[in-house]
C-alpha cells in the first residue's frame, strides 16, 4: 500500500497543467471559475496583456481567498509549459499566436472565431479581415461534443463554436437528419444577453443604451451566419438556407433563440421527441422537453441547453425554442467540456456543482 501522501502527490502529478489567453475578459474569467473546481487540472498562467501586473482579485473580488496571482503578458515559451492553452482573446487575434502553439505540439482551445470556419473566404467576408492562418485551418475541429465528440478526442486544435450557433445547431441538427423539417426557409431569431459583446465593448453595449430596450442588430450581416449554416451543413450533408437575426437584451447573461422552420412531411410531437432522443438521449448536457418552454434563468450558470418545441400542422410549420449561458455552455462551459475529451476525462468533470 502506497502512503496517503504519496497518493496525493501521485494525483498531483497527473494533473494537466493548463493556461489561459486572454484571463482578464469575461469568457476567461468564467474558464478560470471552472478550472478552479476542476481536480484534474492545475493552472499554470494567466495571461492578459491590457491586464498585465493586475491581481486578478483587482478585477475580479469573487476570487479573493481562492486565487493569488497576478496577470502577465503573454509569452509563447511560457504558455508552451502547460499541456493546453485556452485562447480567450477577441477574434482576429488567436491566427496570430495559435500556428506557434500548433506548432511546438501543445493542445489548443480557441474559443474565438478565428478557426471556425474552414473557407478563409467566408471568414474575410464576415470577419472582414484576411485570414494569416490558413496552413493550419484544416486539422481545426469544430468543437461541438454532442455531434463531434470522437473528433475532439484526437484533436490538437478545437474551435469552440460560438454562443449563438450553439444555440441555433443543437436544436436544428437531430431534425435535418431525420429529414423532419425542409433545410431551406429556416428562420432563427436569438436574443443576447450584453456579456456577449465582451467586456471591453463599445458604448453602444453601455448600460445607458441598452436599458429597457431590445434592439436588433449586425442583421444580415453578423460573423454567426456562415457558422450556423456551415455547421449544420458538415452535419447533416445536405445545403441548408436560413435566415439569422441577433437582437440585444438588457440583461448580462443567456441566450434564447426562436427557430421557425417548415415541416417536411407530417410529423407528430412524438416524431420530433423521438428525434432529439435518438441523437441525445445520452448526452449529459443537453436537456429536451416536448410540454415546458425553456427559460434563460434556468440555465444560466450552468453548461445546460434546454430545448422545447412546438408543432403546427396548419401551418406546416415547426417551432423550437433553445436556452443557454452565453458564457458558460456557449463558452467557457464548452471549452472544458472540450478539453475533458481530449484529454479522457470524464465529459462532465468540473461542470456540474
Keep these: 500500500m502506497y502512503p496517503e501522501s504519496s ?10 497543467k493548463v493556461s489561459i489567453v486572454g484571463a482578464s475578459g469575461y469568457s476567461g474569467a468564467e474558464l ?41 503578458p503573454y509569452s509563447a515559451d511560457a504558455s508552451c509549459k502547460s499541456d493546453l492553452v485556452f485562447i480567450a482573446l477577441p477574434s482576429g487575434e488567436a491566427m496570430n499566436i495559435v500556428p506557434e ?46 455531434w463531434n465528440s470522437e473528433a475532439i478526442r ?15 445547431i443543437l436544436p436544428l441538427a437531430p431534425l435535418l437528419k431525420e429529414k423532419l423539417i425542409q433545410p431551406t426557409g429556416i428562420s432563427v431569431s436569438s436574443l443576447s444577453g ?38 449544420l451543413e458538415s452535419l447533416t450533408g445536405a445545403p441548408v438556407s436560413l435566415t439569422f437575426v441577433p437582437h440585444l437584451l438588457p440583461i448580462t447573461r443567456g441566450i434564447y433563440t426562436s427557430i421557425y422552420a417548415p415541416l417536411a412531411k407530417s410529423v ?3 416524431d420530433v421527441l423521438d428525434a432529439f432522443r435518438k441523437y441525445y438521449g445520452d448526452k449529459p448536457f443537453v436537456r429536451v422537453s416536448d410540454t415546458a418552454i425553456p427559460e434563460i434563468r434556468n440555465v444560466n450558470y450552468t453548461n445546460f441547453i434546454d430545448i422545447g418545441f412546438r408543432v403546427y400542422p396548419e401551418n406546416d410549420q415547426l417551432i423550437l425554442f ?10 467557457a462551459g464548452q471549452a472544458i467540456q472540450n478539453m475533458n475529451l481530449m484529454f479522457g476525462f470524464n465529459e462532465t468533470e468540473g461542470l456540474l456543482s
Design 32 to 72: 478560470l471559475k471552472l478550472l478552479l473546481r476542476h481536480k484534474s487540472v492545475k493552472i499554470e498562467k494567466l495571461f492578459a496583456n491590457t491586464s498585465a501586473g493586475k491581481q486578478v482579485t483587482d478585477l475580479y473580488p469573487w476570487f479573493a481567498g481562492r486565487l493569488d496571482t497576478a496577470y502577465e
Design 154 to 168: 484526437s484533436a490538437s486544435l478545437v474551435a469552440n463554436p460560438g454562443c449563438y450557433p450553439t444555440s441555433a
Design 101 to 146: 502553439l500548433v506548432e511546438r505540439k501543445r493542445n489548443v482551445i480557441d474559443l474565438g472565431g478565428d478557426f471556425r470556419l474552414q473557407d478563409p473566404l467566408l471568414y474575410q467576408k464576415y470577419y472582414k479581415r484576411e485570414h494569416k492562418a490558413t496552413s493550419i485551418l484544416p486539422m481545426a475541429v469544430f468543437g461541438l461534443p454532442e
Design 322 to 331: 433553445s436556452a443557454i449561458d452565453n458564457l458558460i455552455k456557449g463558452a
Design 194 to 231: 450584453v456579456s456577449g459583446a465582451g467586456r471591453s465593448s463599445s458604448v453602444d453595449f453601455s448600460f445607458t443604451e441598452v436599458n429597457e430596450s431590445v434592439k436588433a442588430y449586425k442583421v444580415g450581416e453578423h460573423q454567426h451566419i456562415p457558422e450556423i449554416i456551415t455547421g
Design 268 to 270: 407528430e410531437a412524438s
Design 7 to 16: 497518493i496525493r502527490e501521485l494525483k498531483v502529478a497527473e494533473q494537466k
